[in-house]
């Protein structure tokens, strides 16, 4: 799951860091995230993994947040991957 995220990350994301070179819980926002950008990021995961993201910027602080948020709205299952 979080390779999946870090993929749309890279694609919407516009980080001037490579994603590959963040640890999973570093502050995306901190890394150059914009606002813009999280809305992107937020659309393609929610196209990835079939969920809608209530709105909450939290979810997009870090990788880590990110896939805690997903693996909440599609359950356990597909979190182990």
């Known amino acids: 799951m979080k390779q999946k995220i870090r993929d749309i990350l890279a694609k919407h994301g516009g ?3 490579p994603v590959d ?7 995306l926002y901190a890394a150059g995230l914009s606002s813009f950008a999280s809305v992107q990021v937020m659309l393609g995961i929610e196209d ?4 809608e993201f ?13 896939t805690k948020a997903v693996s909440g709205l599609v359950g356990s299952t597909e979190a182990a991957e």
Request: without cysteine.
């Open 15 to 17: 980080l001037p860091t």
């Open 21 to 27: 070179q963040l640890a999973d819980d570093a502050d």
């Open 48 to 51: 990835a993994f079939d969920v």
């Open 54 to 66: 209530p709105d909450n910027r939290k979810s997009f602080q870090s990788i880590d947040a990110i």
